[in-house]
C-alpha cells in the first residue's frame, strides 16, 4: 500500500534490520528496542489491523510467531519472558497502520516495558459475565 511505511519496509524502499522473512511474513528489528531484541513480525500483505485479516493469512502471520519466539530465547539465554503485543486502532497504541506483532524480550522486572491488568472481576455477577460472554459469543462466525 503507497505511503506505508512497513510496505515501504518490506519493499526494501526503506532499509530495516532484518531478523526473519518468508514468502508471508518479514521480520525486523523495532527501531525504539524498548529492551534488546524487540522484534515485530508483519504480514507482506497489507493489512491494517487484526480486524482485516482473513484466517488464512492470520494463520500464515501467527504460525511463525513461536518460532521467532524461540530464536530470540537462543540468541538471548539470560530473557526471563516475553510479550508479545498486537495493538490494534490508535486509541490501543497502534501507531503505524499496517498490522504487526511485537515480540518483546523481558530481562528484568525494571527493564523499560510496562502494562497494566485492571482487575474489575468484583463489579461482576456471574450472570453478567455470561451475558456478555453469550454476546460476543453469537457474533463469532
Ligand atoms: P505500534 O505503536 O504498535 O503501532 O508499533 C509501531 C512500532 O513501529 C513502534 O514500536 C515503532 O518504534 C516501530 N517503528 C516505526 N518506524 C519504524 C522503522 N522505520 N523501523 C523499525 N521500527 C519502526
Ligand atoms: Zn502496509
Request: aromatic fraction near 10%; glycine fraction near 4%.
Amino acid at each position: 500500500m503507497e505511503n506505508c511505511i512497513f510496505c515501504k519496509i518490506n519493499n526494501r524502499e526503506i532499509p530495516s534490520y532484518k531478523v526473519y522473512e518468508d514468502e508471508q511474513v518479514y521480520a525486523f528489528l523495532d527501531i525504539s528496542q524498548v529492551t534488546p531484541g524487540h522484534t515485530l513480525v508483519i504480514p507482506k500483505t497489507h493489512v491494517t489491523d487484526i480486524f482485516e485479516y482473513d484466517e488464512t493469512l492470520a494463520a500464515a502471520v501467527f504460525a511463525r510467531i513461536p518460532k521467532i519466539a524461540r530464536a530470540i530465547e537462543k540468541a538471548f539465554p539470560e530473557i526471563e519472558g516475553l510479550n508479545i503485543i498486537n495493538n490494534n486502532k490508535e486509541l490501543a497504541y497502534q501507531s503505524v497502520f499496517h498490522s504487526h506483532v511485537h515480540l518483546i524480550p523481558r530481562y528484568s522486572k525494571d527493564d523499560d516495558f510496562k502494562i497494566h491488568f485492571g482487575n474489575h472481576a468484583e463489579n461482576y455477577t456471574g450472570e453478567e459475565l455470561a451475558a456478555i460472554a453469550e454476546k460476543i459469543g453469537k457474533q463469532v462466525n
